[in-house]
């Protein structure tokens, strides 16, 4: 088609391929969060539907973007990681981000070595431990003990992990363990390979029908509520990550 | 709260500020449209129900960040122009990006000066001019004329706006120039200052009550679908530009 | 020739063109300046030798690059303003840097409009002006007030710029007014046109020889010291500026 | 110091930090590499004046900045390699890049993994090949052959490297195999250690003077011609390249 004589403006825009051979993760976050959890009065302190909404949410993305490895979530946020050798979208940070994202604010980060993903993973399952354990604290003392907010902070300030333990459980009967891991932990979703049975109809030379059992083997998103920062859940899921040497 | 070893991945994290004064713009392309259109069954050459929901939606996102000073949509893309003086989201492009994004693929560019961003906003209408008249004849051969897609396509290699508009007016008796403005121009969104008169009940100081009729000027986002290549359009607003010289 | 099977690696480059229509400004530092001038005995509180010399080597850089339209230069450092509708180099910003640079680190800075642009310069004219007495001063009660560095860096704690001009005047009969321009304000080097009268030998058509003067216009780069905070400088020159909005 | 009212440009400037664990190559060019030849009168097709001072100049850059790992040079171009770990300036690539630059061309760019790097390299010790079998020939041609160089082009083109050698040979007689290995391999540098036996004088307790013999590991830089594609060379220097998984 004829080229308009404006077009010129289109070399004002800027490449912002992601540098290849690095993991690149799209991490996102709810975007006034505090305001929407008040709008449609969220339990305290963490409310069962949003968590699955969110984690349904995660799946559906991953189900349709097959290079994703592994995702996680904690609170309001969604970290969604690309394999290093990805060319989705030519690698264009731009179109990665606005695919991944719906209502949330993202933004792109690169990681070069296994050592780094696993870091960045951790840094957000240790981030959502110690949310985590304040928050159900916090709520604690306001829902069952009878504090104002602003005393049920004042209590808090200068605690440590123990200090809050305990407060669950000698005031409150409350064993901060058995708690659900989907709070303590987040969630991870992976890829994971499953044999399925399927029954199928076959027409056979002759024109007749027989049923045939077939076994085949299909990838499927799998999520998890356990611990990433240890080495057990690497040594179990040797595909999730590529060699760094590649 | 507690700092993690793992913290330090947040250093992987680059700068993505928008260069100070320069207009934002934000442009959104729907993602697999074809696709959409087909799933969704659009009505040939263009969907009056889309049209009106892209509007619809652009509008929403323009009356919720004011710091945006015109909006421009044609066929399935949007552009939203920040001012170039604007601080929202610390002008970092990511948040910015996934702000205005929802179930679009985006970009951000800048434009330091006036005239490149009337040139941008040109550049996207004369795209919409060119793809509209090719569009309304090749679904009219098709619609009208009993031509196949791939005889249509044929038909039209090599024509200019004269031949296609030739074969609306003497093959269909169609006038292209009298096609819906929404259409051949595109929609262009601004705010613009309305005088609201309302009526109001005070309370006097002996207690009585009394209906004051009260005068106030308010901004709304208003729709156009009128020329923005030439100046007539920014000599009726001139609100929109900021000086260039700032 | 040949391609090898590591030339992938090249796709690892970035893209570093700055962005179309704003001023590049490469701004250079002598790297380890203290040091530097220490091992050359440089003279103190300023070296006419080593301001010769860059000032000299800034000509010589402006001279070869025609598309730098002003130079600014104060103590250790130099800015190179690039045209904004430069396209050296494709306007590359490690091509246009490393050109300029020589034993100097640098940086490379997009301003959209003048205003931002002469903004620059009066920030470098500004900086220059509050070194250069301060180094005056201090100097002086070392050198010719027989106190120590540290004893001068005390003494001048906390003063302003009055208090700094009254020491030099009350105590040493020094009019800081009168000081050399080059020092109070740095070198702005520019391009400016000059009739030049030429004595040509030409052959006539009978083989006779004939002396002829020849006046024609030639772009010179000149060395002035003057402010350029305020509007006079740029009234006088009107062709360094490019027009805002093109 | 004061602060002017200009020094809001300053936020010009953006973020040009390297991304962390990356190495960080810095590859340098000559400018106007040709012409600057003939100017010399360079002798063809390799002058090992030239070469000398690019290995020498290479070597005293690196000197200098202990974070470099290698070096590579070939023809007109060398390149630095910083470790992953880096902190030099900050990861700051215009600061890396003029601090090594010199009146050469320059850009930085980023490798993620060992792979990558080595590929880099051997990427361009490729390069040195194929160009220097080229020149030897193109100039030989040229030098004994008699030709022209636009005929020694013609006679080049669509040539393969076993023709090339088979000219060498067949007509002059010239074995390319033992040609020196500085031109076929290009010049690696890197850091060595070395044990160094230094006499001193150390005074003893009772006030007599000994002469001491001392062993010590001091770090040198060392010149190679050697082969960097196969994996022989990073056998023999292990320390050269940090654990991809850091």
């Known amino acids: 088609m004829a080229k308009s004589k404006f077009e ?41 539907r949003a968590l699955g909404l969110m984690s349904r949410s995660a799946r559906s993305v991953m189900e349709e973007l097959e ?18 050798t990805s060319t989705w979208f030519k690698r264009r940070a731009s179109k990665l981000m606005t695919h991944v994202a719906s209502h949330f604010d993202g933004r792109v980060v690169l990681y070069p070595s296994n050592r780094n993903l696993k870091d960045y993973l951790s840094w957000r399952q240790a ?35 123990a200090d809050k333990n305990e407060i669950l459980f000698s005031e409150f009967n409350i064993n901060y363990n058995t708690e659900p891991a989907v709070l303590k932990k987040g969630t991870t979703l992976i890829w994971e390979k499953r044999d399925e049975t399927v029954t199928k109809c076959m027409k056979l030379p002759n024109a007749e029908e027989k049923e045939m059992t077939v ?7 799998q999520a998890h509520h356990c611990d990433v920062i240890g080495e057990q859940f690497w040594e179990e899921h040797p595909d999730i990550l590529e060699d760094d040497n590649c």
């Open 8 to 48: 010129y403006v289109r070399n004002f825009e800027t490449d912002d391929t992601c540098l290849r051979n690095c993991y690149i993760v799209v991490r996102l976050d709810g975007r006034n969060f505090h305001k929407f959890t008040e709008q449609h009065k969220f339990a305290k302190p963490n409310d069962n």
């Open 67 to 84: 290079d994703i490895v592994i995702a996680y979530g904690q609170s309001d946020e969604f970290s969604f990681v690309f394999k290093r």
């Open 127 to 161: 981030d959502c431990h110690v949310n985590n354990l304040y928050n159900t604290v916090f709520w604690t003392l306001v829902q069952k003990g009878g504090l104002t907010t602003a005393q049920a902070e004042e209590r808090l300030k200068g605690t440590l992990a």
């Open 215 to 221: 076994t085949r083997s299909r990838r499927r998103v």
